[in-house]
């Protein structure tokens, strides 16, 4: 053992590798069979991992905890009232936005230029539902704005893994894109997840 704790390096193994990291869980059915309660226990680890992260200065404020589950296109398709193709023909973004009503069209028209420009469509956003009651109030002193954007596959992307790696380019273009334009509320900006697969729900709280 070394002064760390660790092994020493033997054979494949290096402790320089070795890292620490926040608590996560897992819940699946084995089955591959969808349900709420899924997510309900999903939360519950959630809620159990009390000691995951750091606190704030007041108690409702931590490092942050989120939820990634699979799409759920019944559900979203119902809040845009039939508007979504199939499951397999769009992704879906959970973007922070800034509160700026400028600095936040600015960061939409780019995201939209990038899709457009990626050969993929814009089909709508969404206004995410949110209760700032839940969290402290330094966190929602700097809370953004939470919207959900969805965006159609193009028909030059062959198939689900292509169509994941175009979302993945339109992601970090338009992130780049915006951190270059240094805006007041830059750090308001931030893509929580963009995929045809997943969703992640996240916030600053504990």
């Keep these: ?67 990634l589950v699979q799409k759920p296109h019944a559900f979203l398709q119902r809040e845009m009232n039939g508007a979504l193709p199939d499951s397999d023909a769009y992704g879906v973004g959970m973007i922070f936005l800034p ?47 939470i919207r959900q954007v969805f965006i159609g596959r193009g028909k030059d992307v062959p198939d689900a893994d292509a169509f994941e790696r175009k979302l993945y380019v339109i992601r970090k273009v338009t992130e780049n894109k915006v951190a270059a334009r240094k805006l007041r509320e830059s750090a308001c900006f931030y893509v929580c997840s963009l995929s045809a697969r997943t969703i992640v729900y996240k916030g600053l709280l504990l």
């Design 1 to 67: 053992m070394n002064y760390n704790g660790l092994p020493d390096k033997s054979g494949l193994y290096d402790p320089q590798y070795e890292h620490d990291a926040c608590g996560v869980g897992f819940v699946v059915n084995i089955k591959g069979v969808k349900s709420h309660s899924i997510v309900e226990k999903g939360i519950q680890i959630l809620e159990n991992l009390v000691h995951r992260g750091a606190c704030g200065c007041d108690p409702e404020t931590g490092d942050g905890a989120g939820i």
């Design 99 to 145: 509160r700026d009503a400028s600095e936040r069209e600015y960061c939409e028209s780019t995201l939209a230029r990038v899709v457009f420009d990626e050969g993929q469509t814009l089909l709508g956003w969404r206004d995410v539902p949110h209760d700032p009651s839940c969290i402290g109030p330094l966190a929602r002193e700097t809370m953004p704005v």
